[in-house]
């Protein structure tokens, strides 16, 4: 019976057919997806918080509402990649619990300080725009509710990349001090945000997989690469730079060369020795405690309507 499901299973990833929950589907395929798509989860959950940093000091009204409206965004592609998640057999809580315990990794990126409000348009076009280039391949994973769940998400983050863009434009044409500010900012997550995309695929065992069951379509050196050949050209529209003395043109593999990423850093902030590695954990624990007696309430109000429902229901039927 295995023996014939796993077929069925294999026939349908080259097929590309959708997996969908009640499916049969291997354990190690059910263990990837729960790690990928709960660290997805979580990075969007974390990803709130450099970001909310900037919102009482944002410079506008509007910049002020675009940013909540693009916090809130976030809050909601982790409810989407949750709801997800859940579908494969384990609980949100579980999936919490293990993030608060340091169990589960989300995103490198979201350790490190958002100095300046520059800082917000440059995770807006970088950061954001390193995740785009991640997630849209995503869309076509064969797993159903996570490609279904990055459809939204994709086309939410494309308008942060814009509004990050655009917020480093308007710096980059003003005074000397904004157009400090600017580079300044892309100077200090240029190179984090390379490492967005994971180890070098010699050092990457999980992709291999990932891609043999079509839930990654391209390897982490792939997107790279097609992240920098991208910013290069962008950055010039903003008459900035990029802070890598390798980079250039290769006429010969028609992608840009560009230098070492430093992966001690890296490692050193995966293992939790980042900028503010302790002050996100500690940030996301607070919040999710002092928030119980929301989660309790909107359990209780949502068992007692149930119960008049269901009373409606049967009253009702007795009553004919």
Not at 19 to 38: H, T
Not at 204 to 228: A, C, G, H, Y
């Amino acid at each position: 019976m295995h023996s014939s499901e796993q077929e069925l299973f294999n026939h349908k990833i080259d097929q590309e057919v959708r997996i969908e929950p009640k499916d049969w589907m291997p354990e190690d395929y059910r263990r990837m997806l729960i790690r990928q798509m709960s660290q997805h989860a979580h990075s969007e959950i974390v990803g709130m918080l450099p970001e909310g940093n900037w919102i009482t000091r944002a410079p506008s009204l509007r910049r002020k509402a675009t940013l909540i409206a693009k916090v809130q965004d976030e809050a909601g592609h982790g409810l989407y990649l949750y709801s997800a998640t859940e579908t494969l057999g384990i609980t949100r809580d579980e999936t919490i619990e293990q993030l608060h315990a340091g169990k589960a990794k989300y995103s490198s990126i979201f350790n490190y300080p958002t100095l300046s409000w520059a800082d917000i348009g440059a995770i807006g076009w970088l950061v954001d725009g390193a995740a785009i280039m991640n997630q849209v391949p995503l869309c076509r994973a064969s797993y159903g509710p996570y490609a279904r769940a990055m459809i939204r998400i994709c086309k939410e983050e494309s308008f942060h990349q814009r509004q990050g863009f655009e917020i480093l434009l308007t710096l980059s044409r003003g005074s000397q001090a904004q157009k400090e500010m600017c580079q300044d900012a892309i100077n200090r997550w240029w190179w984090p945000s390379l490492m967005m995309f994971g180890p070098n695929d010699d050092a990457s065992p999980n992709s291999q997989r990932s891609m043999q069951w079509k839930i990654k379509r391209f390897t982490n050196d792939e997107l790279r690469q097609k992240f920098v050949d991208v910013c290069v050209d962008q950055v010039k529209i903003l008459g900035m730079g990029l802070p890598d003395k390798d980079l250039k043109w290769n006429a010969e593999t028609g992608h840009y060369d560009f230098g070492e990423i430093n992966w001690e850093e890296f490692y050193e902030v995966l293992k939790g020795n980042g900028p503010c590695n302790h002050e996100r954990l500690e940030a996301r624990k607070k919040a999710h405690a002092e928030g119980r007696w929301v989660r309790e309430a909107a359990a209780a109000h949502s068992m007692k309507k149930n119960n008049l429902n269901t009373r409606e229901i049967y009253g009702t039927q007795s009553a004919k």
